[in-house]
């Protein structure tokens, strides 16, 4: 009662003594001066920009993206700066020039106290010197580079893993391994034991995932294809402690190819979204010390099915958000499985990460999951993100709806063609970055106390001056106030000495400084 006479009283305040002076000057203009036929909208954004301080730890976001470029970009003596736009307060540097060409998604190694950078180079399968004769490894047989590590403290770049093609996905584990795939049809998933020590081994046959060392010799001891994860062009993962791993399928709409004529029908689904429960969960949160011990030996696949009912599994066109179970599908042939038993097709979903700020007061074991789906600017599919929480990642039955998925970010004309995440530590901010030339990272906040379950707003915190490249692999360190960034498909014909590294091609990989975490996160 009281609040409610509180209320009246300001009320009758506001009626009585604020109206003449709200009412009183120019009509145009509201009691503090500002326009009262400004939209709403831009009032809104104005007012996001104004609080970038607060809100996102910048002094001032972007308000245009970097101009185009024209003919050879890339130079030898060309400094960070010039790579990117900036919002107002960040700064950048470069941590190396020598990441191998089309180095795409990374990870730091180790989780806590990382020293280095693990990264995915997404370039095709390619033999740069040695036999011809791919029946055996012989002395001299050098493949394209596919896993590299990177020092923080000085940028020097090893490779790890040669001879997969389009590897892109990469995570550490949480028993202190390496997870890494490939995006492209066949794409098999890779688990390497000790990153800072393997160096220049090579996948050797794709198919059977023969591992060679240095010397020729097969070695599953320090890394092995996981067979048991499904095949499909991977990109975003999540990994969680208890082995289970939640990752989206690359794939447009109409891309299938059903009867074997090599060519896809158009009437088939985009990308699922799989999970893979292993068949023995791990427990306690040591690392591992053999490749045996992890929970990526053996499980079961499973593919997210929409329901448009609460329920029962009402599944197809239009049910591609609210509540979900998991269907069952095998590792082999996760694609035509999911497109066969009504999982949910996605347009093309590309990075995945789990929420590391996400609790759930009654359920501990609950987890939210946000990707990518990037869709296409010229047919007008703007891109967007959508969260789902699974209350329950250790089970899936497809009985049990146990996920609820929702549309977190949508695109724009200016905003479109999301690629890849990261969610900035300590205030949770979510970065997405676009795929696209000239490309720009937006800077999202999470959702506020407000009706809605969307973002509370977006602002551009970065912009790639190259017109030849896009952004990609966006990462942020543990303290959330350095973030890196690999600039990819840059034109290199005037790049000079810094054109070739190991005899492949290079891309600038960027250490990015200055973000603000205010106090109280």
């Not at 720009?440 to 551009?460: P, Q």
Request: include cysteine.
């Amino acid at each position: 009662m009281r609040r409610r006479l509180k209320q009246l009283a300001l009320s009758v305040i506001a009626t009585t003594s604020l109206a003449p002076m709200l009412a009183s000057g120019d009509d145009d203009k509201d009691y503090f001066g500002k326009d009262r036929n400004e939209d709403f909208g831009m009032f809104v954004e104005r007012k996001l920009n104004n609080r970038s301080k607060q809100l996102f730890g910048v002094k001032e976001p972007l308000n245009e993206s970097a101009p185009e470029t024209t003919g050879a970009y890339r130079t030898a003596t060309q400094k960070a700066e010039a790579q990117v736009l900036l919002a107002d307060g960040l700064h950048v540097e470069y941590l190396t020039r020598n990441a191998g060409n089309e180095t795409d998604m990374m990870d730091f190694f180790p989780l806590h106290k990382p020293t280095h950078l693990i990264t995915c180079v997404e370039g095709a399968r390619e033999q740069l010197t040695g036999d011809a004769d791919k029946t055996k490894y012989a002395a001299g047989d050098k493949f394209n580079p596919a896993v590299q590590r990177i020092s923080l403290s000085d940028g020097k770049v090893e490779t790890i893993l040669r001879g997969m093609t389009r590897c892109d996905g990469i995570r550490t584990t949480p028993w202190g391994t390496i997870l890494i795939t490939e995006e492209t049809t066949d794409g098999g998933a890779y688990e390497i034991l000790n990153p800072l020590k393997t160096t220049n081994f090579t996948v050797f046959d794709r198919a059977t995932g023969v591992i060679v060392d240095t010397d020729g010799k097969e070695n599953a001891v320090e890394i092995a294809k996981r067979a048991a994860l499904p095949t499909m062009a991977w990109e975003g993962i999540a990994v969680l402690a208890s082995g289970v791993v939640i990752a989206g399928d690359e794939l447009r709409p109409g891309s299938i190819d059903l009867d074997g004529d090599k060519k896809p029908e158009n009437d088939t689904d985009g990308g699922a979204i799989f999970k893979f429960v292993p068949q023995v969960p791990r427990s306690g949160d040591g690392l591992i010390t053999a490749l045996a011990q992890s929970p990526f030996a053996s499980g079961a696949v499973h593919a997210l099915q929409v329901s448009c009912q609460d329920n029962i599994q009402q599944y197809g066109q239009g049910c591609e958000i609210g509540n979900a179970a998991w269907i069952s599908v095998n590792a082999a042939t996760a694609r035509t499985d999911a497109n066969k038993n009504g999982a949910t097709g996605y347009y093309r979903p590309e990075d995945l990460h789990d929420d590391p700020l996400y609790k759930d007061a009654e359920n501990a074991l609950a987890v939210r999951v946000c990707w990518t789906n990037t869709g296409n600017e010229d047919g007008k599919n703007y891109a967007e993100v959508v969260c789902a929480v699974d209350s329950e990642p250790l089970i899936a039955d497809p009985t049990k709806r146990t996920v609820v998925a929702n549309r977190f970010v949508e695109g724009d004309t200016d905003f479109n063609s999301f690629d890849n995440l990261a969610f900035q530590p300590k205030t949770g901010n979510l970065y997405v970055i676009e795929d696209h030339d000239n490309g720009d990272i937006f800077a999202c906040l999470r959702d506020g106390e407000d009706r809605d379950i969307k973002s509370d707003g977006c602002v551009k915190i970065l912009s790639v001056k190259d017109s030849s490249a896009e952004p990609t692999g966006f990462i942020f360190a543990p303290d959330g106030e350095t973030a890196y960034l690999s600039i990819q498909h840059s034109d290199d014909t005037n790049a000079g000495a810094v054109g070739k590294f190991d005899g492949y091609a290079t891309d600038d990989l960027l250490k990015i400084t200055g973000f603000k975490i205010r106090k109280g996160h």
